[in-house]
């Protein structure tokens, strides 16, 4: 079974403060997937990583693939109150489904 | 393009019933799966429908089953009801292999009482 563990499972933060969320795994995977669910709401995919040691950016969100590609975070500057909900990382195993973590629940508060 | 509809959003049910819940795809998508998402085990994966065929299953018992249409929309049905079967069920599509994008539904709250 593949694993993938989250931390921090809550993270409750005031409006400008800077955040990392982890994924981590003891298995490689060929891609890894961060999502964002709001309440509510399905998660909405932010970005795919691939390449181990890759990093991508989106606006103020950088995600890293560590260089083993057994590991991911997600970095947020300056987060806002928008930036509030689950985040969900999700690795491509090659077993033809996802493994989904349990999530970082992010409160961002004004 | 319209996005993944579920229906109903929300269900209430008592123990020993059985549940339907819909799912339609994105135009084009061919490939549909099913999710169970709980606070305490997260999102897990039920099964994933493509071209009407089940081509994946996780690890759930068998009252949990589902089907796709030709037009690809899909269905999964809860059977015997039990307590631990509240959840958010949420639907995903993605254009061809499961592991592309998924594009997920709203989900459907189900209450088991």
């Known amino acids: 079974t593949q694993l993938l563990e989250q931390s921090p499972q809550f993270l409750s933060i005031q409006e400008g403060e800077n955040l990392t969320v982890y994924c981590n795994s003891s298995s490689v995977f060929s891609s890894l997937q961060w999502y964002r669910q709001e309440p509510g709401e399905g998660p909405v995919l932010l970005v795919t990583?691939?390449?181990?040691?890759e990093v991508k950016k989106l606006k103020r969100l950088t995600f890293q693939f560590g260089d083993a590609r057994k590991d991911s975070s997600l970095h947020i500057t300056a987060a806002q109150p928008g930036d509030t909900g689950l985040y969900l990382c999700?690795?491509?195993?090659?077993?033809?489904?996802?493994?989904f973590g349990k999530g970082t629940m992010l409160l961002v508060s004004p | 393009k319209a996005g993944v509809t579920q229906t109903p959003r929300y269900l209430i049910k008592t123990r020993g019933q059985q549940v339907t819940l819909s799912c339609s795809p994105i135009?084009?998508?061919?490939?549909v799966s099913w999710y169970q998402q709980t606070p305490g085990q997260g999102l897990q994966f039920l099964f994933e429908?493509?071209?009407?065929?089940?081509?994946n299953k996780g690890n759930f018992p068998g009252r949990f089953s589902g089907r796709q249409f030709s037009n690809s929309r899909s269905e999964m049905n809860v059977s015997t009801l039990e307590l631990g079967d509240s959840a958010l069920y949420l639907c995903?599509?993605?254009?061809?292999?499961?592991?592309?994008?998924?594009?997920f539904g709203p989900g459907t709250r189900l209450t088991v009482l």
């Open positions: 429908y493509f071209s009407e065929t089940q081509r």
């Open positions: 990583v691939v390449t181990g040691g």
């Open positions: 999700a690795g491509d195993s090659g077993y033809s489904t996802l493994t």
């Open positions: 135009s084009g998508h061919r490939s």
């Open positions: 995903a599509s993605s254009f061809d292999q499961s592991t592309d994008t998924q594009y």
